[in-house]
């Protein structure tokens, strides 16, 4: 651990009572947080881990000087990487998490009665272990029977899963130092080999306003591996520009993201989700034009989106495929 000359835990990304956010991946801006004490600082066998309490945004948890979680809006990332993924398919009985060792998409993943088997593979055992003291309410979700831990690389872990996962959500860190292999074709190749039929993917895609030439190289690479490939997006204050987004797949060339399969009741919805809702599920995926003329969402040729007729239809049938899910 840091400390200074009084013995007090130190950290370089703190100073005058401030944590200020050092991001290679977004030059030119910079996310501060008032701090009212460090709670961990430690140098992992991969990376530099920190955990201060804020003043304004509960506990702080930090990898390599880059905000990945705070309590007071964790939910929506956790949510939203999450359960547009779970309500797209019929049946998710497993579920398998790459990264994720806070452990708020577990806690997501397992609210859906459908999943009988949680898997979480993380490659940084310190990740978890500081969240179960620092960040209870995120790691509340390892106690669970239907969870269990793989400490180890995800890129191994699944090649050596066949055939086996319903649903698998990589919940990575941004792609440099341990999560650079998790944007790679090869990763999507391997995920999907590792998913029963029917499948579906939710990966952490980036943010459109920094990240837009990764994000079309992702979605170009995913759409020749699934025959479904979509992003989508979520508000978040304490990441970069505010937002975040999300790379689904599916290997049912059926699936439509853009409408739950199944849902909540609302009075469920309330009760279990902060942000989630069918109707936050729908315009996740209502991207603003820059966006969809990067990635190529639009036909330029003929100035209207390029599968405006598929969209079309969809959203007609689609609206009555979904139903309360009376089982949740």
Not at 199 to 219: A, D, M, R, Y
Request: proline share 5%.
């Amino acid at each position: 651990m840091s400390s200074s000359a009084s013995g007090k835990l130190a950290h370089a990304n703190i100073s005058n009572g401030w944590f200020r956010e050092s991001g290679a991946m977004w030059p030119g801006q910079s996310m501060n947080i008032e701090v009212s004490q460090i709670l961990h600082v430690e140098k992992s066998k991969y990376q530099d881990v920190l955990v201060f309490e804020s003043k304004t945004y509960g506990n702080v948890l930090v990898l390599d000087g880059v905000i990945q979680v705070t309590e007071r809006d964790e939910f929506s990332y956790q949510e939203m990487i999450t359960h547009p993924a779970l309500f797209s398919h019929p049946n998710p009985e497993r579920v398998l998490v790459i990264g994720g060792g806070d452990g708020g998409v577990l806690r997501e993943a397992i609210k859906h009665p459908q999943v009988k088997e949680a898997v979480l593979c993380d490659i940084d055992e310190a990740v978890i272990r500081v969240s179960k003291k620092y960040l209870p309410s995120l790691a509340v979700s390892y106690a669970d029977p239907k969870v269990a831990v793989h400490i180890g690389d995800g890129f191994e872990f699944l090649q050596n899963k066949k055939n086996y996962f319903d649903v698998i959500i990589t919940d990575s860190s941004d792609p440099v130092g341990p999560a650079e292999s998790l944007y790679q074709s090869r990763y999507y190749e391997l995920m999907r080999d590792a998913l029963r039929d029917g499948g579906i993917v939710s990966t952490q895609g980036e943010c459109q306003w920094l990240h837009l030439p990764l994000i079309k190289e992702v979605l170009t690479f995913a759409r020749k591996l699934f025959p479904v490939a979509e992003y989508a997006y979520t508000t978040i204050p304490t990441y970069p520009s505010g937002q975040i987004g999300f790379i689904l797949c599916s290997k049912d060339k059926t699936t439509n993201f853009k409408v739950p399969l199944r849902r909540m009741s609302p009075e469920q919805e309330l009760k279990l989700f902060k942000y989630y809702n069918a109707d936050i599920h729908r315009a996740a995926f209502v991207l603003p034009n820059f966006t969809r003329l990067a990635i190529g969402d639009i036909d330029q040729s003929a100035g209207a989106p390029a599968a405006a007729t598929t969209a079309a239809t969809t959203t007609n049938t689609g609206a009555t495929a979904a139903k309360p899910d009376e089982s949740s």
